[in-house]
T-cell receptor
């Protein structure tokens, strides 16, 4: 079965500093990987995805993610963090079970950006 | 604007009562999903549906039921058999057409509290 792991429950970073939120995956076949963000009491918002092609994927709000096949990782990055980036971030992988697609989510990482 | 509407936003229930959470989408998406979110556990799949009048159990379907009588609607009933129903419930949909890379679109969620 496909799975993702987010090893950090929380990441703290000062505003203006670069941020990284880690994700590792376990899949059979080619991975389809996603990042979502959730603000308090809200639904999840899609940030970016990796399907194929360049290992560096650019997404919404200045976020990007680096796909590393040898390390089975898909870390989320941003060069300069904003206080408004503080939220819960989820990594996900596509799982095709009996021909039907679903997403399997990690447990989430809370990002706290301090002023 | 197209999107997914979940209602109610907040719901309180007494033990032993069934409650139904509404999910409506006007994105013309074929597939719809229900996830449950608990702190520290990420999102877990309850039920999913690929087409009208068809749905499948996810990883934690016990104590829940769904219907898919219309393409736009996928209501979730939390029955009295669900032992720990207090949670944040998220409905999502996916476009089944091509290109289909698997990302989901989420509603704003419904928070259920059992008193």
């Amino acid at each position: 079965a496909q799975s993702v792991a987010q090893p950090e429950d929380q990441v703290n970073v000062a505003e203006g500093n670069p941020l990284t939120v880690k994700c590792t995956y376990s899949v059979s076949g080619n991975p389809y990987l996603f990042w979502y963000v959730q603000y308090p009491n809200r639904g999840l918002q899609f940030l970016l995805k990796y399907i194929t092609g360049d290992n560096l994927v650019k997404g919404s709000y200045g976020f990007e993610a680096e796909f590393n096949k040898s390390q089975t990782s898909f870390h989320l990055k941003k060069p300069s963090a904003l206080v408004s980036d503080s939220a819960l971030y989820f990594c996900a992988v596509r799982d095709r079970h009996t021909g039907f697609q679903k997403l399997v989510f990690g447990t989430g990482t809370r990002l706290l950006v301090s002023p | 604007d197209g999107g997914i509407t979940q209602s109610p936003k907040y719901l309180f229930r007494k033990e032993g009562q069934n409650v139904t959470l509404s999910c409506e989408q006007n994105l013309n998406h074929d597939a719809m999903y229900w996830y449950r979110q608990d702190p520290g556990q990420g999102l877990r799949l309850i039920y999913y549906s690929q087409i009208v009048n068809d749905f499948q159990k996810g990883d934690i379907a016990e104590g829940y039921s769904v219907s898919r009588e219309k393409k736009e609607s996928f209501p979730l009933t939390v029955t009295s058999a669900q032992k720990n129903p207090t949670a944040f419930y998220l409905c999502a949909s996916r476009n089944g057409g091509q290109p289909n890379t698997g990302e989901l679109f989420f509603g704003e969620g419904s928070r259920l509290t059992v008193l």
